[in-house]
């Protein structure tokens, strides 16, 4: 079982940068694919970005290449969402995710986090 909190969340101004963190329990965190999703109102939960296991590999929605940027620290549990140049339309629960399949869709992964709030004001 693995347990996800993340934090960080709050309210920017557009341009900013945000970095949001998510900590998990467990002894297997370094075994798992960690992702990280947003769902904004009206609108279904998509993917941001994703990191495999070993931290070697990265992968990113179109709309936040370049300005986002996923790591982990697997001695301290934790995975990263740095954003920088933060648009209105970043405004979105982020939550984080655990996958012990890689990657993929959403359905890859067996653990989430609560969210934590971005809102970014133009």
């Known amino acids: 079982q693995v347990q996800l909190v993340e934090s960080g969340g709050r309210l920017v101004q557009a341009g900013d940068s945000l970095r949001l963190s998510c900590v998990a329990s467990?002894?297997?965190?370094?075994?798992?694919?960690m992702g990280w999703f947003r769902q904004a109102p009206g609108k279904e939960r998509e993917f941001v970005a994703a990191?495999?296991?070993?931290?070697?590999?990265?992968y990113y929605t179109d709309s936040v290449k370049g300005r986002f940027t996923i790591s982990r620290f697997n001695v301290k549990n934790a995975v990263y969402l740095q954003m920088n140049s933060l648009k209105a339309e970043d405004t979105a629960i982020y939550y984080c995710?655990?996958?012990?399949?890689?990657?993929?869709?959403?359905?890859?992964?067996?653990?989430w986090g609560q969210g934590t709030q971005v809102t970014v004001s133009s």
């Open positions: 995710a655990a996958s012990s399949r890689g990657w993929g869709p959403q359905t890859n992964y067996d653990y």
């Open positions: 467990g002894r297997t965190f370094s075994t798992y694919s």
């Open positions: 990191i495999s296991s070993s931290g070697r590999n990265t």
